[in-house]
């Protein structure tokens, strides 16, 4: 069974950048979808990005459109989330998890398994 490791997380202003990575061991990476998620104090989590098996199937929510990319590198075994022009809404704790799917249109579907997340702070 496939474990997933978050890292790259920490505090950075307004406008900065950060690049989380997801690290996948246990089982054959190339087979799962992965998303990113966050949840924000008091708020529900919500799906981010995801990527599909075939790196052509990529998703983004609207508010991070333009500011935010997401690759994987199945030899590494590992999931990027490139994070720029951050804002302080930004600030949350973000996991990635295997998905089912991921639909371009419509974001992750199901999840299975999850990291247990990292810190994400964006102020001045």
């Known amino acids: 069974q496939v474990q997933l490791v978050e890292s790259g997380g920490g505090l950075v202003q307004p406008g900065g950048s950060l690049r989380l990575s997801c690290v996948a061991s246990?089982?054959?990476?190339?087979?799962?979808?992965i998303g990113w998620f966050r949840q924000a104090p008091g708020k529900e989590r919500e799906g981010v990005s995801c990527i599909g098996i075939t790196r052509g199937s990529i998703y983004y929510t609207n508010s991070v459109k333009g500011r935010f990319i997401t690759s994987r590198d199945d030899a590494k075994n590992t999931v990027d989330l490139q994070m720029n022009n951050l804002k302080p809404e930004d600030t949350a704790v973000y996991y990635c998890a295997t998905v089912d799917y991921c639909d371009p249109t419509y974001g992750p579907g199901s999840t299975a398994t999850w990291g247990s997340g990292t810190q994400v702070s964006v102020s001045s």
């Open positions: 246990g089982s054959s990476f190339d087979y799962y979808s």
